[in-house]
């Protein structure tokens, strides 16, 4: 198995997709107001044998780590707030909830989405404040970007490896503890039993045994060698047992996609996004770099 299932958000213009990173911006400037906000001077956070830990003296901590990199970032959301308002630009509830809906395609459904959000720390209302934002940056600088041909065909040439797609599998799994257990449930399966059913009740894998033991497509080098192996030799609808690290799965692949060559045809889409959402970040980009420029700005940590 691949060592966290867990997906990243695609990639994207610099700086302006959602990303973990700012989240932990977030984390840690929600963790400072918080701290701020109800503040007791000599108020206790922790006692070890009767000594305190005051909430200076946690504060005085946070500050040293990465405490200046959020005042930036605090500084710089509040300049783009009173940016977007001095330019009277607004993102109606519908303009949010379909970005938020982009967003959430990468991951194969909105409450995978939010679910992936919240174990990272954060609320759906957080992220679409973001997008709001985004969206009314971009109402301002103007969202419509023009592309040549000539500039999609360069982006091909220079990139065309990262174009190809390589063979892919999509397979399912039942994680038991030992190769008896497997090869009774793999008795059950060819006897006509459900699998979907049998990973819900035997799989020890709790992310995808409610979701019919389902991995989701990979290709080779993502997953421990003889999972991949296994699931690579198998025709759709097949199913073996494979040992790993985790134990022992009964593997089942229910998709198989063969390689293929990119051509420009077939990249051309993805890359006249790609390459609109470079341009537009460098406009906004441009356009935070302007605000900050005019704003009168006093940072007493500097």
Known sequence: MNEDNRQQPAAGAVGWKIS?????????????????????????????????????ELLNVLVDYGGADVL?????????????????????????????????????????????????????????????????????????VELTEEEIASYFEENRDGFDRPETVRASHILVETREEAEALLARLEAGDDFAELAAEHSLDAMTKDMGGDVGEFARGEMEEEFEETAFGLGVGGAAIAETSYGFHVVRVTEKTPAREATLDSAREEIAEYLTERKLAERVDAWIADREAEAEIKNFLK
């Open 72 to 144: 930036d970032d605090l500084i710089r959301q509040e300049v783009i707030r009173q940016g977007i308002e001095a330019a009277g630009a607004t993102a109606s509830d519908e303009e949010v909830r379909a970005r938020l809906e982009k967003f959430a395609e990468a991951y194969g459904s909105m409450e995978f989405f939010l679910d992936e959000l919240a174990y990272y720390g954060y609320t759906e209302d957080e992220i679409r404040d973001q997008l709001a934002r985004q969206i009314s940056i971009e109402k301002i600088v103007g969202a419509d």
């Open 20 to 56: 973990t990173a700012i989240l932990a911006v977030l984390l840690i400037a929600s963790l400072l107001f918080h701290f701020y906000g109800n503040r007791t001077e000599s108020e206790a956070v922790a006692v070890v044998n009767g000594v305190k830990i005051t909430k200076d």
